[in-house]
Every structure is written in C-alpha cells, then in structure tokens.
C-alpha cells in the first residue's frame, strides 16, 4: 500500500514560518516523520510540497489515477481554491485533510474549508501529529 502526504504553500517552510502558530518542527523532520510513520506500518509514504497550484492538480490527478491514498495540507488554497477541490473529489482512495494549526481558532477566513465536504475525515490542531495519525488511519483502512 501507498499514501501519498502532498503538502501546499508555505509548508516548506515549516520550522521558520510562525514557529508560535505552526511549531519548530522543520518541513524536513515532517518528512522524516511521516517516512518512519511509513516504516513502521509497512506502507510506501512519499512528502510532496509545492507552491504551484497547478503542480498540486497534477499530482492529485496522478493519485486518482493510480488509486493511491492522500493525505492533504493543502495550505491556504484550503479556503479558497475550487481546482484543488475539483481534483479531490475525482480521488478513488481515501483522503484525509490535516492542518497543523487548528483553523476554527484563527480568523474568520480559515474556517470554512473547500476540501472538508469531499474529504472522508479531517485532523486539524494536532500540530505535525496530524500526519501520522492520518497515515496509521488510512494504513488501517486499506
Ligand atoms: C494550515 C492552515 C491554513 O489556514 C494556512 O493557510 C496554512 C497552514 C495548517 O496546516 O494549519 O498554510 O493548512
């Protein structure tokens, strides 16, 4: 079994990037602890982040394609981008949204999620914990 983590905008850099709302935790220890999640459960996990949006589409049509599970940040493009919406909702394997922070916490404009309504469960405010839970839960429902 495969599960794809793909991560947008900004999450690369982690680490910097408003360590008081996002943590310490660098885009690279996300990787290393999604990959040892992968290890320790027997499942192939690859980190993917881009800031293009069309890159992100591309990625998501691969994975609908080839059937392989998602886990998705998708990052700002959450609350606004009916594409990266679109492209979830062709997904034939399971699709977990995460968001590090916990969104319903923060401004009126990160509560509403585009992804939520096509996604099959959502992890939000478990800081990069989110992941491996996400991964473990798709592991288990394969
Ligand atoms: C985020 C929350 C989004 O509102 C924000 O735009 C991000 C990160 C999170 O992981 O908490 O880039 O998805």
Redesign the pocket.
Known sequence: MKVLVLN????GRLGTREPDV?GRTTYADLVSLCEETGRELGVEVEVRQTDFEGEMLGWLHRAADDGTAVVL????W??YSIAVRDACSQLTAPLVE????N?HK?EDF?HHSHLSAVADGVIVGLGVQGYPLAIRWLAEKA
Request: hydrophobic letters at 35%; zero cysteines.
């Open positions: 947008g905008p900004n999450l996002y940040n998708a990052g700002a959450t609350h995460v968001h590090i922070s969104v923060r990160r």
